[in-house]
């Protein structure tokens, strides 16, 4: 297990379905420290909601000339196989996930590792009004240009690094996700 080494990542979806993405943000955090940022536009091969190109500014046109999920997977696989991954409300982003390795048949990796920062944040700081990425950033002032899959992906590996230096617990946060079943296990 890589306790030192965790693959921070986000993505940004173009419609309700929540099946593709159309951005991706990894940051890499080991030993303590972010050691590596990295984002991209995704094409995803499929129609964009209004909704969603409002909430991240990503438009079909913007998508076009990006990587598909498969050109980019054969990039990203070494990284998002060398550590815990960690995203906040990680869920939305493992099935995400998920659901791209399964509509482009990408056979990866039976589970993997992940934490929450959004549990994590509910655990360290329990008086905040509620537990959203920009909340705790504005209370712990870390930056944040949101629903931009880099910045969000950098921000939660900031908010990683503070629970951890608190002294949060990993064991507690550490759960399994099921690429098979789409879901959690533990």
């Known amino acids: 297990m890589y306790t030192d080494r965790f693959v921070v990542f986000d993505v940004e979806t173009p419609n309700a379905a929540n099946d593709r993405m159309s951005a991706v943000g990894i940051t890499v955090v080991e030993d303590g420290r972010i050691v590596r940022q990295w984002d991209t536009l995704v094409n995803p091969e499929c129609r964009f909601d209004a909704f969603n190109i409002r909430l991240t500014g990503i438009t079909p046109a913007a998508a076009a000339e990006a990587p598909s999920f498969p050109e980019l997977w054969q990039i990203i696989e070494p990284v998002m196989s060398s550590g815990i991954l960690a995203a906040h409300n990680a869920a939305f982003d493992m099935r995400v996930l998920g659901q791209c390795l399964r509509a482009y048949r990408i056979s ?9 920062t959004c549990q994590m944040g509910r655990s360290c700081y329990p008086h905040l009004e509620n537990h959203k990425l920009n909340t705790l950033c504005d209370y712990l002032g870390v930056p944040l240009d949101h629903h931009r899959a880099g910045s969000d992906s950098t921000a939660c590996a ?3 690094l503070d629970y ?3 002294g949060a617990d990993l064991q507690r946060f550490l759960r399994r996700y099921d690429f098979s079943r789409l879901c959690t296990l533990r």
Do not use: E, H, S, T
Request: aromatic letters at 20%; glycine letters at 0%; one cysteine or more.
């Open 108 to 116: 990866w990796r039976p589970w993997a590792d992940y934490v929450c």
């Open 158 to 160: 900031q908010l990683l």
């Open 164 to 166: 951890l230096r608190q």
